[in-house]
């Protein structure tokens, strides 16, 4: 069922462009499903005893399907983000033959990398020398560190056995980043694990979990909106006192916001008609975007069946940015930071964030009010502007937290 502003919406978008993207697209590969954990939070969690996984066919086929549409869509390059489920429980010789097909099919020419995000309980000396390779140029790694959701078929905690494998990381000096979940256990703890991170000098994203009423799951552990809005606050003043001010998503960008806000930079504004980035490769090659994702109505097609120029120019698709296109005007359009911060969160909400936007507000809205307050009432304005002013080394280099802006 389309949403009723919907149709409105696709026929302006249909009269005004044809549907580009990034130059620079991400596909998230679901390669299985089948994981070795059971968090309860999941958004997997139905299909985590699933052991499917997509075939090496399959796969040519979806990089033959990309590079098919190279030209049309003006791609420059690709990520590909091995996913799942938990994607090293895949055998790497599975990797190593990705890797072969993606030489023979794109050749030198074209550029593009591989990632990966694992819960990282499973960690051989084989998985080891693999990473050393560098075939995985980006290494994620989702781990709480507080609040033990994370835990394995029998129900026992793995937070100490991802401790370990961290630790084995950086004495092999492989560089990885981590995702932590925002939910009702680890909220008590947000301040602590933003430490924990900075204390390794880990990048890291925060992901917000929130509270639905309609889903018993995320009842139990989503949290609302002032929940959220003071912790992102709590994390940017760890973030501003720590000497190290390791990088912390989405702060960094929220900063950045701010800082353009106060320098009035406002010409930073998103459309997804033409910069969408980011689209899920399900295990059976069905395409998803980050808005909808896995809802049927919004499946964009089949990267094992059509070409990708097909799935870019979908009608689920223009549905979707017609959507998005049609928030952004309700929220973005009247909000002061509109330009400073591009409005991306707007446009890429969820059903969840969507009917919590509906009722609160934006929550990026409510923590850059914070941001912007505290420059104002700190040095910190008189600082941003005269370092602004000043060549960007000397801005960077002032107070490390700022170095994002
Ligand atoms: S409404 Fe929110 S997402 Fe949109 S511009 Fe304002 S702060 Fe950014």
């Given amino acids: 069922m389309v949403p009723s502003g919907a149709a409105a919406g696709v026929a302006v978008n249909r009269r005004c462009t044809t549907m580009a993207m990034s130059t620079s697209p991400q596909f998230v590969v679901k390669v299985s499903k089948y994981c070795n954990l059971r968090c309860d939070y999941c958004y997997e969690f139905p299909y985590l005893s699933d052991k499917a996984r997509m075939g090496l066919e399959q796969i040519r086929a979806a990089f033959q399907n990309i590079k098919a549409s190279i030209n049309e869509l003006a791609i420059e390059s690709a990520d590909f983000i091995w996913h799942g489920g938990e994607p090293f429980l895949v055998p790497l010789e599975f990797y190593q033959q990705v890797n072969l097909i ?113 889903s018993e799951q995320a009842q139990r552990h989503g949290l609302n909106f002032d929940e959220l809005v003071d912790a992102h606050k709590d994390v940017f003043h760890e973030w501003l006192a720590s000497e190290r001010a390791t990088p912390v998503e989405p702060i960094k960008d929220y900063v950045r916001y701010a800082v353009q806000h106060i320098t009035s930079v406002d010409n930073d ?12 490769i399900d295990v059976n090659g069905d395409v998803f975007n980050v808005v909808e994702s896995y809802e049927p109505e919004f499946r964009y097609g089949n990267l094992f069946y059509s070409p990708f120029r097909e799935i870019a120019e979908s009608e689920a698709r223009i549905r979707s940015v017609a959507l998005s296109q049609e928030r952004m005007q309700r929220f973005c359009h009247q909000c002061p930071y509109f330009g400073n911060c591009p409005g991306v969160f707007v446009a890429n909400a969820t059903s969840v964030e969507r009917k919590i936007l509906e009722v609160s507000g934006c929550r990026v809205r409510a923590v850059l009010d914070h941001i912007v307050d505290v420059f104002q009432r700190t ?27």
């Fill in 102 to 214: 993606q030489n023979d099919i794109f050749g030198t020419e074209f550029k593009y990398r591989n990632s990966v995000q694992t819960n990282l309980t499973v960690l051989t000396d084989r998985h080891i020398e693999f990473l050393k390779t560098g075939f995985f140029k980006d290494i994620g790694v989702s781990f709480d560190v507080y609040g033990d959701q994370r835990v394995d078929i029998k129900g026992r905690s793995r937070t100490e056995t991802v401790r370990t494998n961290i630790r084995k990381l950086i004495n092999d000096r492989i560089d990885f980043r981590a995702i932590a979940v925002l939910a009702r256990d680890t909220l008590p703890n947000i301040k602590q694990i933003y430490r924990f991170f900075d204390s390794l000098h880990i990048e890291h994203r925060i992901l917000a979990y929130y509270r639905s009423i309609g």
């Fill in 379 to 405: 040095d910190l304005k008189d600082y941003i502007l005269e370092s602004y002013n000043a060549d960007d080394g000397a801005f960077a280099n002032m107070h490390p937290a700022l170095s994002v802006a």
């Fill in 269 to 280: 504004r998103y459309d997804r008609s033409t910069s969408e980035r980011v689209f899920i």
